[in-house]
């Protein structure tokens, strides 16, 4: 099983990472490897609640069912994904308060089925997954932060 977990500081209220980052209508505007969404896309997912997500990921395209199996607001969220033609893998969010701002994790575990697959996971794949989530992280911060007004530094 691969396990890719990005870490981020974000200058905003736990509550607004956590709503922002649980309603699926948002991923295509901070996550670059989600084309679009449909289904329940309009709120943050309650447990049962799925959505489906257009993607492309390490240069794979596809479509994923995903299920909310887990929500702990404003702390803990986690979905399992099915992707159509085989394959899946887990998101967990958590966001905690941290000084004035929140620390949001992201962890994505998924499981290679072939063994070339999980060859091709170690050499390439994880590598373009992790510097993906990265900048999906360093995306949500420039969406939320709250900036001061222009002539107040910090």
């Not at 329940?40 to 609640?49: K, N, P, R, Y």
């Not at 399992?80 to 085989?86: A, I, T, W, Y």
């Not at 575990?109 to 994880?126: E, H, N, Q």
């Amino acid at each position: 099983m691969t396990r890719i977990k990005t870490t981020i500081h974000i200058d905003c209220p736990v509550e607004d990472v956590f709503e922002f980052v649980t309603t699926p209508g948002n991923w295509p505007s901070w996550h670059p490897s989600s084309l679009a969404v449909g289904g329940a896309t309009d709120h943050s997912l309650a447990v049962g609640e799925r959505c489906t997500e257009e993607f492309l990921v390490a240069g794979r395209r596809g479509r994923v069912t995903w299920t909310v199996c887990e929500r702990e607001a404003p702390r803990r969220w986690v979905i399992d994904g099915v992707v159509d033609g085989g394959g899946g893998g887990t998101v967990a969010y958590v966001v905690t308060a941290e000084g004035r701002g929140a620390r949001f994790d992201r962890e994505f575990l998924y499981v290679m089925r072939t063994v070339v697959m999980r060859l091709l996971d170690v050499v390439m794949i994880r590598r373009r997954v992790a510097g993906e989530s990265a900048e999906a992280l360093r995306r949500v911060r420039r969406l939320l932060e709250v900036r001061e007004p222009a002539g107040q530094g910090r």
